[in-house]
C-alpha cells in the first residue's frame, strides 16, 4: 500500500474489554459523544422565540440574537467530537471524616487512588482525595495518534469531574479515569452507563507559530465572516 493510499484510510479508534467483561459491550459500551449529550441540550430549542404564523423576524433576528446555545457551532461541536466512556457498573462512594469507601456489584471492578504525597501542591476543589476508576476498557489508536482525557463540562448536574490528561494509545491503551469529587461529606450513587470521560483522538503534530498585524485579505475575510 502506498503512503498516499496510507494517509487516505479513514484513521480507526478500537476500544476493546477482556473476554470475561464482553457483557460490557452491549451493557455499557463507550459510544460517540454526539449518542451521549447532556440532557439539558438535547431539550433545548435552536431558538428562543417562536415563530408564528403572525410572525415574521428578519433574518438576522432568526439567526443570531434569536439564537439559543444549541445554535453556537463551537459548543455543538465540542459536544459531539470524539467519544464518551461510561461507567460500566453501578458504584456506590460514602465521604466521610475518614476518607472514603466504595460498593461495586462486581469484584473485578474497583477504584483505587493515588499516594496524596503525589500531587500535594495540586489546588484540589472540592474533596481532598482523587478516585481513580480502574477501567476495563482499553482503547487504541493508530501511530502518531493520541486521545485527550477531558472532564464532560457541560453535565453540569454531576458531582465530580475527569482530571484531563493526554494518553499516547497508540503504545498506551489503558483507559482507567481519575476523578476528583466534589463531595465533601455524604453518599453518591452512580448506576452504571453514568457518562464519565469524553475521549477525542487527535493526531501529534508540530504547529509553527505566527504572530502578525491583520492584512487586508485577513481583515476582508473577517468582515465576511462577521
Known amino acids: 500500500m502506498t503512503d498516499a493510499a496510507m494517509q487516505a484510510e479513514t484513521p480507526k479508534i478500537e476500544f476493546y474489554t477482556a473476554p470475561q467483561h464482553a457483557f460490557l459491550l452491549e451493557a455499557a459500551p463507550p459510544v460517540p459523544a454526539n449518542q451521549a ?29 434569536n439564537a439559543t446555545v444549541k445554535s453556537c457551532p463551537g459548543i455543538r461541536d465540542y459536544l459531539s467530537g470524539g467519544y464518551v466512556l461510561p461507567l460500566w457498573a453501578d458504584f456506590a462512594i ?50 502518531g495518534y493520541s486521545v485527550r482525557f477531558l472532564p464532560l463540562l457541560y453535565h453540569f448536574e454531576q458531582l465530580w469531574w475527569a482530571m484531563p490528561g493526554v494518553i499516547h494509545t497508540d503504545v498506551l ?41 491583520a492584512s487586508k ?10
Open 217 to 226: 485579505e485577513d481583515q476582508v475575510e473577517e468582515e465576511q465572516m462577521g
Open 37 to 65: 449529550l447532556p440532557r439539558w441540550y438535547r431539550d433545548t430549542e435552536p431558538h428562543y422565540r417562536k415563530q408564528t404564523q403572525f410572525q415574521v423576524y428578519p433574518p438576522e433576528l432568526r439567526l443570531r440574537q
Open 94 to 143: 460514602t465521604f466521610d471524616e475518614a476518607g472514603y469507601r466504595w460498593e461495586a456489584p462486581h469484584p473485578d471492578f474497583t477504584i483505587d487512588k493515588h499516594d496524596p504525597d503525589q500531587y500535594a501542591n495540586m489546588p484540589k476543589p472540592g474533596f481532598p482525595v482523587a478516585l481513580k476508576f480502574m477501567s476495563p476498557w482499553f482503547c487504541r489508536t493508530p501511530p
Open 173 to 213: 491503551h489503558a483507559t482507567h479515569v481519575n476523578t476528583i469529587f466534589h463531595v465533601p461529606k455524604g453518599q453518591i450513587v452512580l448506576p452504571q452507563g453514568t457518562p464519565l470521560v469524553h475521549i477525542v483522538p487527535f493526531r501529534r503534530e508540530r504547529y509553527d507559530l505566527e504572530l502578525h498585524v
